[in-house]
């Protein structure tokens, strides 16, 4: 089965750390998604990133920032984790035509 | 930038019935994608099924059917004999199509959610 894998499924954090979520797929694909999931607020983007070393702000990339060494893992940086982003984080993958395979998601909390 | 609208918040549905969620969204494209997404309690998001909006005919996926008005805009998934496995939050989502030109291009834009409850 082809997936992606986000490295925790929940998390709690204290206020002013530095929080890294590692997303890894096996699917060769070249697109890279963070989302940000809130009730009521549905999916916001966060950053995506096309290419290995290449990335594009997204809707809401404040406090947020990532990384892409390789193709295959995609990391969201938090600099200094703060209350208000506590909540799912959700990593996706796709080729270019679209059809996004998503991760299980990453409960954070931020105390 | 492209909208995405669902109206209902939550619905439920006797198992074996049929139930319709609605999604409109608002684009200047005329070149695009539309997906419905499902998201289980589990919480891993799947794709349900998908339309590309050059097409006339509308997707079918099993017991998955779209009723695709690309004039209207409007783009809703019917589910026939509900399913207890079918209860999740169902998102609707964006997608515009075109060449590929790195940013911006083959990003999903969604909806807020319906959460969809099958009473058994």
């Known amino acids: 089965d082809v997936k992606v894998t986000q490295s925790s499924r929940y998390l709690v954090k204290r206020t002013g750390e530095k929080v890294f979520l590692e997303c890894v797929q096996d699917m060769d694909h070249e697109n890279m998604f963070w989302y940000r999931q809130d009730p009521g607020l549905g999916l916001r983007l966060i950053y995506f990133?096309?290419?290995?070393?290449?990335?594009e702000k997204g809707d809401i990339p404040e406090g947020y920032s990532v990384s892409r060494e390789k193709k295959e893992r995609f990391s969201l940086i938090l600099e200094s984790a703060s209350t208000n982003q506590t909540s799912m984080y959700l990593c996706a993958s796709s080729l270019r035509d679209g059809g996004y395979t998503f991760g299980s998601g990453t409960r954070l909390t931020v105390v | 930038a492209q909208t995405v609208t669902q109206s209902q918040p939550e619905m439920s549905v006797q198992e074996a019935e049929t139930v319709t969620l609605s999604c409109t969204y608002d684009?200047?494209?005329?070149?695009?994608?539309l997906f419905w997404y499902k998201q289980p309690p589990s919480r891993q998001m799947i794709l349900v099924i998908r339309?590309?909006?050059?097409?006339?005919q509308n997707a079918t996926e099993n017991r998955f059917s779209v009723n695709f008005q690309k004039a209207a805009k409007s783009f809703s998934l019917k589910i026939s004999d509900s399913q207890l496995g079918d209860t999740a939050m169902y998102f609707c989502?964006?997608?515009?199509?075109?060449?590929?030109?790195?940013?911006?291009?083959?990003?999903?834009?969604f909806g807020k959610g319906t959460k969809l409850s099958v009473i058994p």
């Open positions: 989502a964006f997608m515009k199509h075109g060449s590929y030109s790195g940013a911006g291009s083959y990003q999903l834009t």
């Open positions: 684009t200047s494209e005329s070149n695009y994608y």
């Open positions: 339309q590309e909006a050059y097409k006339q």
């Open positions: 990133s096309y290419d290995v070393k290449m990335k």
